[in-house]
């Protein structure tokens, strides 16, 4: 008897826990804000708060500018001191002025102890013009599509020739890997909270860098650099194989890769870095990955077996990248956005620089001769 006493005493304990916990919970009013305001130079807009429920008291809300582009960040837009949620409400609306191109991080503070407005910011974003950014985003998609594309001619002239004799095996296994360890950096920085958190307390005033469009683009690359391998298993190879150089500089990176898992396993450094050096595993890739194809193109004097198409669209998706870039850094008067992610800025230029090399060796230098069939002279009848 004493034990089910026990029992019951331990189960109302248990119960009153969870109703004090439901109703600290249910207390707890959660503000709602937009992550980021676009706005156009010289315009203006509403802005509107929204609560989860409404408000027992008044709540003040205040702007605490954490970050300026500009070292006045009235310059860049001018904001309401403060707002007020007003009892039984749950929402507010304020209006904004922009005036020069630019951005402005807030984060938001409230003198009502029931609201939780903790770590909430808002990113105004003023851009010289909506057109431009519209077309930025148009470019963005046309590039990722060409990038994504470019893959596919060199398997379409594999299959069609049953052969991969001119196509470099060392490019293949530093592609291979380059995209690997680009993958895991895009995985990383959008599917895992811990090291997205992580990315927002050391960048408070920035934005995740890595898109949907990021994930899919290196994974789907990984794909169709494993359809390659396997080609290169079936088809003809002219007895190629990677050399040890392109061994050794493999097994410099996957080394660096593995002892910096080591070290953020043994909280040396953070997730993030650990992310941040496989992010620098693809860009020193990029660095040397096309010179093997371009020294075997010199040897034989010939592209044969190297898709021009391939070199077309990845030319193409390169030069639509910077345009991006530069587009994207005039129209937030940011030019920083240039360099702010390395490895979509390594992509692209020493991409455009290497397809620049191969269509000057396809189009000039090693360029096929038209062969004539030799035609005797016809008998006059």
């Known amino acids: 008897m004493s034990g089910l006493g026990l029992a019951k005493r331990w189960l109302s304990t248990q119960l009153l826990l969870l109703w004090m916990l439901t109703n600290i919970s249910e207390s707890r009013v959660h503000l709602y804000v937009p992550d980021a305001v676009t706005l156009e130079e010289y315009s203006k807009a509403n802005i509107t708060f929204t609560s989860s429920s409404p408000v027992n008291q008044s709540a003040v809300i205040q702007f605490n500018i954490t970050h300026s582009s500009k070292e006045n960040y009235s310059s860049v837009i001018t904001l309401p001191e403060q707002v007020l949620l007003a009892v039984d409400t749950t929402s507010v609306t304020f209006n904004v002025t922009a005036h020069d191109a630019g951005q402005v991080t807030t984060h938001l503070l ?60 060392d490019f293949l296994a530093l592609n291979l890997t380059g995209f690997i360890a680009y993958s895991v950096f895009n995985i990383g920085l959008f599917w895992v909270p811990y090291v997205k958190e992580e990315f927002l307390k050391r960048n408070p005033n920035g934005i995740n860098p890595v898109n949907a469009n990021d994930v899919f683009f290196s ?23 990677v050399s040890w150089m392109a061994l050794f500089l493999l097994l ?19 997730w993030l870095d650990y992310l941040y050096y496989f992010s620098y595993i693809k860009l020193a890739v990029t660095l040397i990955k096309y010179v093997p194809q371009a020294y075997m193109n010199y ?39 240039i360099f702010g992610d390395p490895t979509k800025f390594g992509l692209g230029l020493f991409s455009v620089v290497f397809d620049i090399l191969f269509m000057t060796q396809h189009y000039c230098l090693y360029r096929q001769t038209v062969q004539y069939e030799a035609v005797s002279d016809q008998q006059e009848d």
């Open 252 to 270: 410099i990176g996957w080394t660096f890769a593995l002892v910096s898992l080591f070290l953020a396993v043994a909280k040396q450094i953070s």
């Open 219 to 241: 994974l789907h690359a990984v794909l169709l650099c494993l359809v390659y391998v396997s080609q290169a298993a079936v088809y003809e190879r002219g007895g190629q194989k």
């Open 110 to 169: 409230s003198n009502n102890t029931d609201l939780n407005s903790m770590s909430i910011r808002i990113r105004f974003i003023i851009v010289h013009s909506r057109v431009l950014a519209v077309i930025s985003q148009v470019i963005g998609w046309i590039y990722f599509v060409a990038w994504s594309v470019s893959f596919y001619p060199q398997v379409w002239e594999n299959w069609k020739r049953k052969s991969v004799v001119g196509l470099n095996f």
């Open 299 to 337: 040897r034989r004097q010939s592209t044969e077996g190297w898709s021009i198409g391939n070199v077309l669209l990845d030319f193409t998706g390169g030069i639509l990248s910077i345009l991006q870039m530069i587009l994207q850094s005039y129209n937030n008067d940011e030019w920083r956005l």
